[in-house]
């Protein structure tokens, strides 16, 4: 037995990208009692949660890996109210969904416009910054200048 791990196979493994799927083995009994071994993959699924919660507990091989970084503290969320707890039960997952998908527009649209009022005002920071220098600059010319003609005057006056 030994012999035959330690030789080397002569097919090779399939090239492939590393997925975050796990893979394993089943088999198809079929009625005439015919059986076939499958490959099967099992996806993980995302969880994806509301604008200004939260996130949900990382998995523990992941947080053995690595030590997550402390999150920044998101927006204040809004206080939430005690009346939608009944409105949540009675809602269908349609409406459920469709509130969701709302509120994350929303979010996606605040983000956005956080966004352009911080490149604005970055713009508006860099026009002052400019303005500034070419003051500097101007105010730097006139001395040059200033010192020039002083320089220049009083040659021809020892000449006379």
């Not at 499958?38 to 994806?48: A, L, Q």
Request: proline share 9%.
């Amino acid at each position: 037995m030994s012999d035959e791990q330690d030789k080397p196979t002569l097919t090779r493994k399939p090239l492939g990208l590393k997925r975050t799927v796990e893979a394993g083995q089943v088999q198809q009994q079929f009625s005439h009692g015919r059986r076939n071994t499958v490959v099967v993959e099992v996806k993980r699924r995302r969880v994806i949660g509301r604008p200004g919660e939260a996130a949900p507990a990382p998995e523990v091989e992941e947080a053995k890996a690595a030590p997550a970084p402390a999150p920044k503290p998101a927006a204040p969320a809004p206080a939430p109210k005690p009346a939608a707890s009944k409105v949540d039960s009675l809602m269908t997952r349609q409406e459920r969904q469709a509130q969701l998908l709302r509120e994350a527009e929303e979010a996606r649209l605040a983000a956005l416009e956080d966004a352009r009022h911080r490149e604005e005002a970055a713009r508006a920071r860099a026009i002052e910054e400019e303005k500034a220098r070419a003051e500097a600059r101007e105010e730097k010319a006139k001395a040059a200048e200033a010192v020039e003609t002083t320089e220049a005057a009083p040659a021809p006056a020892e000449e006379a």
